[in-house]
C-alpha cells in the first residue's frame, strides 16, 4: 500500500531539455517536500509546499520550480538541466498539525542528464 | 544553521554483532527521526523519537532522545545481512512552515555473514 508514489522511479534527460517529476500520495498530507540527493549525501531540501503556500529554500537554484495543483500531487519541474542535476530527487510529506512531525518519503527519482 | 554530527561514518561488523551510532546537535530538537536507506530507495522510518529521554523500540532497533534534546542513538541488536543500507538520523526544529529536518551524514553499516 504505496503512501508516497513517485513517477517515474528512473528518469534520463538530455542536457537543457526540460523534465517533470511526479510525486502523489495517499495520506491527505499537508505539507509535500521536494528533495536532491547526490551519491553518499544526505537528502538536501529544494523547497516545500504547505498547503498552498510555497516555501522555498535560500540556496535552491532558479532553474528547479514546483507546482502543486491540488492536495495529493506535487511536480518538480527542471527547466534547464545540467549534468550537475544526476542526482536521485526524493519527496516526502507530513501532516503539517503541529511542531512535532514526521516525514514519509517516497521512493525517489534517479534523474540521469546526457 | 543547525548541524547534526553522526557517527560512525561507517561500520563493517559480522552478522549477529550488535550496533550502536549516534547524533549529537549544538542546537535543541522537539523530534528526532532515524532512517533507513537502502541503494536505489528512498529512507525508509524506522523510529520516531518525540520527548525528551524518551526510549523506543523497533523490533531489534532501540532509539533513544537525549535528555538535553541535542543528541540521539540508535542500537541494533543481533545485525543480519539485511541490516544493510544507510543509516540516517534527521532533527526537527521549531518551524511554523512544516517540519524542516536537519539530516545527519549517515552511517554506511555493511554486515558480513
Known amino acids: 500500500d504505496a503512501m508516497v508514489i513517485q513517477n517515474p522511479r528512473y528518469q534520463v534527460t538530455q542536457f537543457g531539455k526540460p523534465v517533470t517529476l511526479s510525486c502523489s500520495q495517499t495520506?491527505?498530507?499537508?505539507?509535500m517536500y521536494w528533495y536532491q540527493q547526490k551519491s553518499s549525501q544526505a537528502p538536501k531540501l529544494l523547497f516545500h509546499?504547505?498547503?498552498?503556500?510555497?516555501?522555498n529554500e535560500a540556496d535552491t537554484p532558479d532553474n528547479f520550480q514546483s507546482r502543486r495543483p491540488n492536495t495529493s500531487f506535487c511536480f518538480l519541474d527542471i527547466r534547464s538541466p545540467g549534468l550537475g542535476d544526476a542526482a536521485m530527487y526524493l519527496c516526502?510529506?507530513?501532516?503539517?498539525?503541529?511542531?512535532?512531525?514526521?516525514?514519509?518519503f517516497g521512493p525517489g527519482t534517479r534523474l540521469l542528464v546526457l | 544553521g543547525q548541524q547534526l554530527n553522526q557517527s560512525p561514518q561507517s561500520m563493517f561488523i559480522q552478522e549477529g554483532e550488535d550496533v550502536s551510532m549516534n547524533c549529537t546537535s549544538s542546537?535543541?530538537?522537539?523530534?528526532w527521526l532515524w532512517y533507513k536507506q537502502e541503494p536505489g530507495e528512498g529512507p525508509v522510518l524506522l523510529i520516531a523519537?518525540?520527548?525528551?529521554?524518551e526510549l523506543t523500540s523497533n523490533g531489534r532497533l532501540t532509539a533513544q532522545f537525549g535528555i538535553t534534546r541535542k543528541d540521539s542513538f540508535l542500537n541494533i541488536s543481533a545485525s543480519i545481512p539485511s541490516d544493510v543500507g544507510i543509516y540516517f538520523c534527521?532533527?526537527?526544529?521549531?518551524?511554523?512552515?512544516?517540519?524542516?529536518?536537519?539530516f545527519g551524514e549517515g552511517t554506511q553499516l555493511t554486515v558480513n555473514p
Open positions: 534527521a532533527g526537527q526544529g521549531r518551524e511554523t512552515s512544516g517540519s524542516r529536518l536537519t
Open positions: 542546537s535543541i530538537f522537539n523530534t
Open positions: 523519537l518525540y520527548k525528551a529521554g
Open positions: 516526502a510529506t507530513s501532516e503539517g498539525q503541529g511542531s512535532q512531525e514526521t516525514q514519509y
Open positions: 509546499y504547505y498547503d498552498k503556500d510555497f516555501n
Open positions: 495520506l491527505n498530507h499537508n505539507v
